[in-house]
């Protein structure tokens, strides 16, 4: 009798554990990507969309809207020392980087509330910094939304024919 409760109660955890690998299968891969600036380390964690012959801008991602920046949760950006962004000082910590698409001009928002899903919650009256960067056109598709940061501090972002950026530096 034992040993059947010991093998019903193995089977479990095996399917329990075999369901929670399952689910951690992501549509957008949950990718990171950081640079280092002497002392300062700027990190950036988004969900990775791909395209998947779809239209991405002014129709999947809205121009006009806030958008989560990236698939799932919200983008996240850290800092491990103060910074400044756009001749503004941000304080050494996390937030999520949204963003409002345009077919020619992003504005780009840090806000502190950066645990959270996607744009729902989105509250301006949290916004830390935002501003206006202009977008680029690009000849060659990018499949999947990236990310990068250089070790200048250039954030660039880039999904289908568009990009922009904006840089990091020390305050």
């Not at 409760?5 to 955890?13: A, D, E, G, R, Y």
């Not at 600036?37 to 990775?48: D, K, R």
């Not at 935002?130 to 990310?147: A, G, L, R, Y």
Request: aromatic share 12%.
């Amino acid at each position: 009798m034992k040993s059947m409760k010991n093998l019903v109660l193995t089977l479990l955890s095996v399917f329990f554990l075999s369901s929670a690998h399952a689910q951690e299968k992501r549509a957008s891969p949950l990718v990171k990507t950081q640079t280092q600036m002497g002392s300062l380390e700027i990190s950036i964690q988004y969900g990775q969309p791909a395209k998947k012959d779809r239209d991405i801008f002014g129709n999947l991602v809205p121009y006009g809207k806030v958008w989560r920046t990236g698939a799932n949760e919200a983008t996240v950006i850290e800092f491990s020392e103060d910074v400044s962004i756009n001749g503004e000082t941000v304080k050494a910590g996390k937030y999520a980087l949204f963003t409002i698409p345009g077919e020619n001009e992003w504005t780009i928002i840090l806000n502190s509330q950066w645990d959270q899903w996607g744009a729902y919650n989105y509250n301006s009256e949290k916004d830390v910094i935002s501003f206006k960067v202009k977008s680029e056109k690009k000849d060659k598709v990018t499949e999947n939304f990236t990310i990068t940061i250089s070790k200048d501090g250039l954030v660039e972002m880039y999904w289908d024919l568009t990009g922009v950026e904006f840089s990091v530096a020390k305050a």
